[in-house]
Structure formats: structure tokens, C-alpha cells
């Protein structure tokens, strides 16, 4: 049976959203499904607030939906990283970088809500509730399996995109292997008031138990992002509001002031899962299902929203060239444009992870060293911060504006 979607996207997530709005510009015909239902009235609970760099921006100002999210979108300027008790600290500043900004603040549910706002208006076929199953390529295309409200059916595209997340049934289901890594970490997001913010600057303090970080929203109010030992985070989320602010204030210390006015509390656990491959027959996996990486560097979002930039554009050429998007060459090159960025990333985070983990001495005295040298050597850290911001090469001409 021919195919009757160009792409299927499994995982209406930030990826797949992104990626479902970028193809649908393009004019292919596009289906994205996933388990869960769309956005409530009242939109997205996600209290995170996501530090989106220069490159992501411009992705979605290219998809139409950044104006949408100026209002909410607070700009970080600086970025001051320390190592509790050690002497080790550096500074990322914008003007140093010769950029008006190192990345913005979105709070994540404005995102969601952006996304799916404007996923309503394309041509794309949606399936809510709708779970992903088994997937049989083809010569021709591939069948996926999905049981949704209407009971179970089979969906047939030329190409499937597995956007669905760490625990990916897409890359399951294709035969991928996964390498993991299990932190033993538990990330608490709340928002709250400190009574002396630091105009547009981002905190990230490596601890013992994890990185705090706390990230500018809008006045007075910031994210905070408290990584705990996964053992001690049911008690941790157990304290009333009060405590758990004495509890933030005492790992933090007084830098900002007092915290008060806590938000809602969130709780993600933190472990890589890195896909062995990211394509398969038919199959791509793009976002988190291909790259799920610890929170500590700013980077997971960043990195999938490249991978979509990328994959809708190589898809969009062969569209318009008449070429089978699913073609074995297209994923294979797609593969290989994408390894060294995702590689590096992922070695970044992990790296950070593992190293600001450890008491052994000589890494301590390493890794404050290290950050030291960076705050001393401004080239350095010039290419470290252009590299981060996701400018220090044009990923996808889907990238390439400057429009806000
Ligand atoms: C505490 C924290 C802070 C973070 N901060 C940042 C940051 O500041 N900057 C940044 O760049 N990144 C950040 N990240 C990472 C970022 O949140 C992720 O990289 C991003 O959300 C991944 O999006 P995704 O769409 O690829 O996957 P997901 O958001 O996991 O979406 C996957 C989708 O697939 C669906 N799905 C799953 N299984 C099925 C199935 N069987 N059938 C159908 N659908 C299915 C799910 O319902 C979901 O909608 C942070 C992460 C954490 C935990």
C-alpha cells in the first residue's frame, strides 16, 4: 500500500512539534501523534523555565511562533558559574561574546502553548491519545502500529520520526540500542521571588549533590533548578513550602537575597540515555528519543531543536527535488551531519555531570583550575560560549535569521 503521510511524527513534544511546523511550511503531509491528549484550556502545568540560546531562537522565529513568546522571555546577559566551597568560578558575559544576549528564559508552558498554538493552524494530521506500536518498514515506506480513541490502527508513511522522548518505543521498536547513565540525581524546579535580583544573570552552582541553578524570569521572580541525591529527593519534596525555601537558601546562600513566594515544585530524574544510531530503515530518531542528556549545561532542548532544524531541511530539499524523503541516503547523511554535534554535547554534559560530581581532590583542584583558566583566557571561553550559544557555525539555513 503506498504510502499517504510524507512524515509521521511519534511525540508531540517540543521536537516534533517544531518539526511537524517546519515540514508542514514546506508543504509535505505530515501526521503527529502522541499518547497524550492536547493542552488543556488553561495550558501546560511545566513550571520549568527553559534557557533557549541564539540558535534556537532563531528557529522559532523562523516557524513563526517567537513573537509569540517575547513577552515571557527573559534575557540572560551573564552567566556566573561557581563550585560551593572551592575557589574555581567563571563568568560568561554577552558583550564579551559580541552578542546582545547568551540565551533567553522561556517559561517552558508559554512554549508548549506557542507550539501548539500554531501546530492548530497547519495542514498536519493530528492524533491525540494515540499510543505508538510496532514499526515495519519497507521498500516503500513504513506501517506503525498505533492504538488511540478509535481503537487500534495502522498508520503508513515514507518516513517515521521517532520524537518521542528518552524512553523512545520509535527507537525500541527499530532494534536501536541505547547507552545509559543513571546519576543518581533528581532535578526540583519551583519558581520563586529573591528580594535582590541581579539584572538578566544566570547562576549555576556546582554542589556535592548536583548543580543549583537559578535563572532570571521577570522583576524579582527566577527558575530554580535544585538537583538532589534521587535517595534524598522524597524527602526533600516532602518539606512544606518554608522549609523547602530554607532548605534552597542553605545550598544557594545569600547571593540573591531572601527567597520567598514558592511556586509549584516539579521533579525529573536525571540519566543519559544516548541512542546508539539515530537512524534505522524509514525510521529517524530526533530530540530526546536520539540524545537525553542531564539539564546541568542548558543543552538538551538546544541540541533537539538542531536536529530538527537540520532534519526538516534536508527532508524539505528532497521534497522539492522529488525525492523520497525516507530514502536510505537522506538518513544516512542526515546521520552523519548530526554526529559530531550531538557527540560533543553529550560529552559536555556528561562530562560536567561526572566531574562536579566527585570529591576526589585532584579533580576538585582540576576542575577549579580549570575554571579559573577559562575566566582568564577570553579566547577560550569566547569559543566555549559561541559553541554553547549554537553560533559558532550555521547549523540549518532554518537558523540562519536574526528576526525577533
Ligand atoms: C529539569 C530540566 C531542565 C531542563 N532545562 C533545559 C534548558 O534550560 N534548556 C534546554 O535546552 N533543555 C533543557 N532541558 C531538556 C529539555 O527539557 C528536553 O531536552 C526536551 O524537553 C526534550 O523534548 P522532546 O520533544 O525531544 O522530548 P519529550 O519532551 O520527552 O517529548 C516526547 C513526547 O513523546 C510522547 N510519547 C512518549 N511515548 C509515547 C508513545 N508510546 N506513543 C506516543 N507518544 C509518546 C510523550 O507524551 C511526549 O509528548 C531540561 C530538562 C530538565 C529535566
Avoid at 260 to 283: I, Q
Avoid at 299 to 309: K, M, T
Avoid at 327 to 342: C, G, N, S
Avoid at 369 to 385: E, I, N, Q, S, Y
Wanted: charged share 20%; proline share 6%; hydrophobic share 45%.
Amino acid at each position: 500500500m503506498p504510502p499517504e503521510l510524507d512524515v509521521l511524527i511519534a511525540g508531540a513534544g517540543f521536537s516534533g512539534t517544531a518539526l511537524a511546523l517546519a515540514l508542514c511550511e514546506s508543504g509535505l503531509k505530515v501526521g503527529l501523534l502522541d499518547a497524550r491528549g492536547p493542552l488543556p484550556p488553561g495550558g501546560s502545568t511545566d513550571a520549568r523555565g527553559l534557557v533557549m540560546v541564539p540558535s534556537s531562537r532563531r528557529l522559532l522565529a523562523h516557524l513563526g511562533i517567537w513573537r509569540d513568546l517575547v513577552p515571557y522571555a527573559a534575557p540572560i546577559r551573564h552567566v556566573h558559574v561557581s563550585d560551593r566551597g572551592h575557589f574555581g568560578f567563571t563568568r560568561f558575559a554577552a558583550d564579551e561574546l559580541g552578542v546582545p544576549e547568551l540565551g533567553h528564559v522561556c517559561p517552558a508552558d508559554r512554549l508548549a502553548t506557542a507550539l501548539e498554538s500554531a501546530l492548530l493552524t497547519t495542514s498536519a494530521t493530528l492524533h491525540w491519545s494515540t499510543r505508538v506500536g510496532a514499526v515495519r518498514p519497507d521498500d516503500e515506506g513504513v506501517s506503525v502500529d498505533v492504538a488511540g480513541p478509535a481503537g487500534a490502527a495502522t498508520l503508513r508513511a515514507k518516513l517515521l520520526v521517532g520524537a518521542d522522548g528518552a524512553s523512545s518505543p520509535v527507537r525500541e521498536s527499530s532494534g536501536i540500542g541505547t547507552t545509559r547513565r543513571d546519576y543518581g540525581q533528581t532535578a526540583i524546579v519551583a519558581n520563586l521571588d529573591v528580594s535582590r535580583p541581579a539584572a538578566a544573570t544566570a547562576f549555576e552552582r556546582f554542589t556535592p549533590d548536583g548543580p543549583i541553578a537559578i535563572l532570571p524570569l521577570a522583576d524579582r521572580r527566577v527558575v530554580t533548578v535544585c538537583t538532589v541525591k534521587t535517595a534524598d529527593a522524597e524527602a526533600v519534596r516532602a518539606h512544606d513550602d518554608a522549609a523547602y525555601l530554607e532548605y534552597l537558601q542553605e545550598r544557594f546562600g545569600n547571593r540573591l537575597g531572601r527567597f520567598s513566594k514558592l511556586g509549584v515544585r516539579g521533579a525529573f530524574p536525571l540519566g543519559l540515555v544516548r541512542a546508539e544510531r539515530v537512524v534505522a530503515p524509514r525510521t529517524v530518531l530526533a530530540g530526546n528519543a536520539a540524545n537525553a542528556i542531564h539539564p546541568n549545561g542548558a543543552q538538551g532542548l538546544n541540541l533537539g531543536l538542531r536536529d530538527v532544524a537540520v532534519l526538516a531541511e534536508m527532508i524539505a530539499d528532497a521534497h522539492a527535488a522529488g525525492a523520497d524523503p525516507g530514502a536510505p541516503a537522506l538518513l544516512d547523511a542526515y546521520a552523519k551531519r548530526r554526529r559530531a554535534q550531538q557527540r560533543s554535547v553529550v560529552l559536555f554534559s556528561d562530562s560536567l555531570a561526572r566531574v562536579f560530581k566527585s570529591d576526589f581532590a585532584p579533580l576538585v583542584g582540576g576542575r577549579n583550575a580549570f575554571m579559573l583558566a577559562l575566566d582568564l583566557l577570553p579566547g577560550v571561553k569566547r569559543t566555549l560560549g559561541r559553541r554553547l550559544m549554537g553560533l559558532s557555525r550555521l547549523d540549518s539555513r532554518l537558523m540562519a535569521g536574526d528576526e525577533r
